[in-house]
């Protein structure tokens, strides 16, 4: 029994030193307290571009890169655009920070745009160069009933 009276003190200390957050050893300098590393750190996670410039950027690089991109874009519903700073699931590419994925709702098409370089990878290739599978995107069009 004094034994558990034991664990249950140390447990009692351990969650007042963390709620009060002066845990020995341990600065508090990569939290963003100040002003200044609070700007810093809202800097840091905010997208350079808006959501529909993703977008946008995306779609000029389909119609320019793939043979039938402009027959692609023509009908479809508007594309989803997701961001994230530091994306954590790796697509047997290495991904870079600041990305945008765009999705094609109709088709589940994906594209991923990373801010910092400009550099778009897509489902069927990579960005800057001509895409040699882009015939299966126009395959599925949007039907109107």
């Not at 003190?9 to 050893?25: E, K, L, Y």
């Not at 000029?60 to 530091?86: H, K, M, V």
Request: hydrophobic letters at 40%.
């Amino acid at each position: 029994m004094f034994q558990w009276g034991l664990v249950l003190v140390a447990a009692t200390a351990i969650i007042f030193i963390g709620a009060s957050a002066n845990i020995p050893f341990f600065e508090r300098t990569n939290y963003a307290t100040s002003l200044q590393t609070r700007e810093d750190f809202k800097t840091a996670n905010t997208p350079d571009l808006s959501r529909s410039q993703a977008i946008a950027d995306v779609k000029i690089f389909i119609s320019e890169n793939c043979t039938n991109g402009d027959e692609y874009l023509s009908g479809l519903p508007p594309f989803e655009a997701t961001w994230r700073r530091q994306p954590w699931a790796n697509d047997f590419h290495d991904r870079l920070t600041h990305e945008w994925t765009v999705r094609d709702p109709l088709t589940n098409n994906f594209w991923r745009l990373y801010e910092d370089s400009g550099f778009v990878v897509s489902k069927f290739g990579t960005a800057n160069t001509v895409l040699s599978d882009c015939a299966n995107m126009a395959d599925k069009h949007l039907e109107v009933k």
